[in-house]
């Protein structure tokens, strides 16, 4: 038995004798962990976190409420079959967006990232290997969302989801560095799509090109959830 089969035989062994275990806990912690839990459930942000804890994501999902796609509403019925319709198929190509140093220095002053390599054009252009200052790496993530157009609410990526949140990300890689002044457009493609117990979980693989070089500023992996 391997070690992932092994943690799993535990917790669905501790979900079992929840009850027993409980009892045997001592009551001044069994009644702060009681007191915690149902504070968490009172508070709407926590509560919904614990959902999702709790149903799982893909297929353990599925079997955990084997009628769940079955009572899915008809938008993420609908979603459902378009994002797998379209699987590993570049869907969007962004527009152009220019990344100037003046939005260099305000992200640097939100992170209170000042490194000279970023925000000092003279001794950038004077000791930097590339000529100039260059975008923080974060900065080109953190434009990702304007760059696959998710921030407009004239028109939203998921029509029919009543809320997206932004689970994280898998992976990030920042194969060449955006100079400034350098113009930015992302495309993306979605690469999973899972059932989960509110609505989709959706992988989005997202490549940032940079105008006029052959490798891209970004590629990342994006997690959103859909609630429906």
Partial sequence: MNVIDLLKEKSDRLAKNRTEIMDLVN??????????????????WLSWVLDQTKFGV??????????WPEKMGSDAQKML??????????????????VDQERIDRFADVTDDHQWIHTDVVRAK???????????????????????GAVNPEAPTYPGAKMVVNM?????????????????????????????RRGLEVTEEITVEIEGCRRPACVAQT??????
């Fill in 27 to 44: 009551p001044q912690v069994r009644g702060y962990f009681i007191g915690a839990m149902n504070n968490a459930r009172n508070n709407q």
């Fill in 58 to 67: 893909g297929t353990e999902a599925q079997n955990s409420d084997q009628a």
């Fill in 126 to 148: 004077e000791h930097s290997p590339f000529g100039g200052t260059i975008a923080h790496g974060f900065l080109t993530l953190a434009l990702i969302p304007k760059l696959i």
């Fill in 81 to 98: 079959q378009q994002l797998s319709a379209q699987m590993n198929q570049v869907t969007l190509v962004g527009e152009w967006l220019t």
């Fill in 223 to 228: 997690l959103m959830l859909l609630v429906f």
């Fill in 168 to 196: 994280g990300l898998n992976q990030v890689r920042y194969p060449y560095p955006v100079k400034t002044g350098s113009r930015l457009r992302a495309s993306k493609k979605v690469i999973h799509v899972a059932l989960v």
